[in-house]
């Protein structure tokens, strides 16, 4: 059985986010290409239109692999949901602490004379 670790998803993300990016920028420059040759009345509207959709749905993708990978992110630097971390250290030292002075509290204590 493998075991994806959270770095390799991230990395795996930014990846398929850079293949993307990649993407919108050819179908961004196919767009260009093909508003030339409409105005000079080489090709119909019909062509852009379906590139420009394809453009859309590309964007869509990519913003959805932004929102997760942020959302990895964040899960690895323990980043909760509401946007704050969790100081696991300053924790551990505050039940610490409150444990000592449970503990000196329940000590017998001696009669004074």
Known sequence: MT???QDQEIARG??????LRDAVTALRRDIEEQTDRV?????NVTEVKITLNKLREMMG?????????????SKQAG????????DL??????IGCKLDRLRRC????AVPE
């Open 3 to 5: 075991t994806v670790t």
């Open 14 to 19: 930014e990846e398929l986010l850079d293949t």
């Open 39 to 43: 105005q000079s009345g080489e090709t």
């Open 61 to 73: 993708y990519c913003a959805k692999m932004e929102v997760f990978l942020n959302d990895c992110r």
């Open 79 to 86: 980043i909760a949901t509401g946007g704050y971390a969790l």
């Open 89 to 94: 250290d300053r924790a551990r030292v505050e």
């Open 106 to 109: 329940g000590r017998p204590r």
